[in-house]
Nanobody, 123 residues
Framework: QVQLVESGGGLVQAGGSLRLSCAAS????????MGWFRQAPGKEREFVAA????????YNADSVKGRFTISRDNDKNTLYLQMNSRKPEDTAVYYC????????????????WGQGTQVTVSS
């Protein structure tokens, strides 16, 4: 089992920055892919970014390329999402996920999920 706890959400003005953290505990995540997803009210859960823990390859959704950066801290077993140049349409609950994730952009390919953290961008 892997436990994931997100933190760092909040209210930010458009154009501002915010960093989300996802602390992993329990089973090691070194063999997993980890990802960030988001879900706005009335919409489906959407892929944001993913990272292969072993090797460090990263992937970003087109909507966040050039603005968001996913990274990890091996010593702290923590995943991050640095979000810059925020837009109102980035408002959503952001979730951290871990799993074998052969198809990293698909939510159902992940086995473990955090509880989510709300991010609101005001215009």
């Amino acid at each position: 089992q892997v436990q994931l706890v997100e933190s760092g959400g909040g209210l930010v003005q458009a154009g501002g920055s915010l960093r989300l953290s996802c602390a992993a505990s329990g089973r090691t995540v070194s063999a997993y892919s980890m990802g960030w997803f988001r879900q706005a009210p009335g919409k489906e859960r959407e892929f944001v970014a993913a990272l292969r823990w072993s090797g460090g390859s990263t992937y970003n959704a087109d909507s966040v390329k050039g603005r968001f950066t996913i990274s990890r801290d091996n010593d702290k077993n923590t995943l991050y999402l640095q979000m810059n140049s925020r837009k109102p349409e980035d408002t959503a609950v952001y979730y951290c996920a871990a799993g074998s994730a052969s198809y990293y952009w698909l939510p159902h390919d992940y086995d473990y999920w955090g509880q989510g953290t709300q991010v609101t961008v005001s215009s």
